[in-house]
């Protein structure tokens, strides 16, 4: 089974220097720039799990690339996912009102109260459905296993933007 051509491997490896850069870039121009100054050290920690993951991906390629077969990059991908969705719900409520990092929506991003309860909520949905999404990984099938991967990442993350609603109706409601 071949997955693509070898020269594009020069484009996934570009991934990994895009994603650097603009991690350097996007609190300089984000316009609530002050706000990564409370976070700062879960944006770097974010951007080692986010660049390790590439890493990991383009390590997983090049071994797929000279040595067919050596593993199931459906599963491995998975797993790796799972790993990462974790770190991301375990930073989700130490994040700051931003523009860049987040569950960003009307009601979020225009009351501070709403943007930490969605992302405490949101915290713990991801860290689950990355625990679900690694568990799965090793006994489900590739096609089923891309299904519960997709339905999970809407589940927790639709959850948690819906609730932001909700809760932004909640406080905003004019008192009788």
Request: charged share 15%; proline share 4%.
């Amino acid at each position: 089974m071949e997955y693509g051509h070898r020269e594009q491997l020069w484009l996934f490896a570009g991934l990994s220097l895009f994603f650097g850069v603009l991690m350097r870039v996007v609190p300089k121009i984000d316009p609530r720039k002050s706000s990564y100054l409370r976070f700062q050290s879960y944006y770097d920690t974010f951007g080692i799990l986010l660049l390790t993951f590439l890493l990991l991906m383009m390590g997983a390629v090049l071994l797929e690339t000279f040595f067919p077969r050596t593993l199931s990059m459906g599963h491995f991908t998975c797993a790796l996912l799972g790993i990462l969705f974790m770190g991301i719900g375990n930073l989700m409520p130490k994040l700051k009102n931003n523009f860049f990092m987040g569950i960003k929506n009307p009601w979020t991003l225009s009351n501070e109260d709403v943007w930490n309860r969605t992302h405490r909520l949101g915290g713990i949905l991801m860290f689950f459905a990355g625990v679900f999404i690694l568990c799965a990984s090793f006994w489900m099938e590739e096609k089923s296993l891309f299904v519960f991967l997709i339905t999970t990442l809407i589940l927790g993350t639709g959850i948690p933007t819906c609730m932001s609603y909700i809760w932004y109706r909640q406080i905003s409601k004019p008192k009788s």
